[in-house]
């Protein structure tokens, strides 16, 4: 079975610096894709970022960009730049195909201005 | 541009009553599921469907049932309800296919449902 793993509970960092959130997975498919969604106190889940595994290039969006890792199993997130509105919980998920989404526990992110 | 939407977004009940959790979407999707998120949690899969017609359960299906009678709509029963089903449900839609798309799941706002 498919399994995603956050292994920092909490992180923080001082306003306009840089945090890296950690994520690993276990599959045994070659082809899935992996996700960075942002909960904040609202609880919307919102989408930061995704990553095809099949594409070896990390996938960058403005100050949000991965480091994909396949063979390491490895997913992590970098924030830079950080603003007092990227304060959330940060969940990492995985995809493999129509399969279902396979999400960590979570990462709550302060922001210290 | 509506996209996922959840009714009703707050609600209380009484142990043993049943209600149902309403979620559409307007995006074409196949793949519709829900989830629920317990304080300090990740979310967990309760049922899914990938089609009209099509269910199947997920991870803690239990108290729960789920119809597809259309592509849009997938509604949540929770047939008799207790304390432990205190919960936000997030109902969720993707394409079942589509390296378009990225396979991406979208989310409604979420429903808190809190049983006393």
């Known amino acids: 079975a498919q399994t995603v793993t956050q292994s920092q509970p909490e992180m923080s960092v001082q306003e306009a610096e840089t945090v890296t959130l950690s994520c690993t997975y276990d599959?045994?498919?070659?082809?899935?894709?992996l996700f960075w969604y942002k909960q904040p106190p609202s609880r919307q889940m919102i989408l930061v970022i995704r990553?095809?595994?099949?594409?070896?290039q990390n996938a960058t969006e403005n100050r949000f960009s991965v480091n994909f890792q396949k063979a390491a199993k490895s997913f992590s997130l970098k924030i830079s730049d950080s603003q007092l509105g990227d304060a959330a919980m940060y969940f990492c998920?995985?995809?493999?195909?129509?399969?279902?989404?396979?999400f960590g526990q979570g990462t709550r992110l302060t922001i210290n201005p | 541009n509506a996209g996922v939407t959840q009714t009703p977004k707050f609600q209380v009940l009484k142990t043993g009553q049943s209600m149902t959790l309403q979620c559409a979407q307007d995006?074409?999707?196949?793949?519709m599921s829900w989830y629920r998120q317990d304080p300090g949690m990740g979310l967990r899969l309760i049922h899914y469907?990938?089609?009209?017609?099509?269910?199947d359960q997920g991870e803690v299906p239990n108290g729960y049932n789920v119809s597809r009678s259309t592509t849009e709509d997938f509604p949540l029963r929770l047939l008799s309800a207790a304390p432990s089903q205190t919960s936000v449900y997030f109902c969720?839609?993707?394409?079942?296919?589509?390296?378009?798309?990225?396979?991406?799941?979208?989310f409604g706002e979420g429903s808190w449902l809190t049983v006393v």
């Open positions: 969720a839609s993707s394409y079942s296919q589509g390296a378009l798309s990225g396979n991406t799941i979208y």
């Open positions: 599959t045994s498919e070659s082809d899935y894709y």
């Open positions: 990553q095809e595994a099949y594409k070896q």
């Open positions: 998920a995985y995809r493999a195909g129509a399969q279902k989404l396979v």
């Open positions: 995006m074409n999707h196949e793949y």
């Open positions: 469907s990938v089609g009209a017609g099509i269910t």
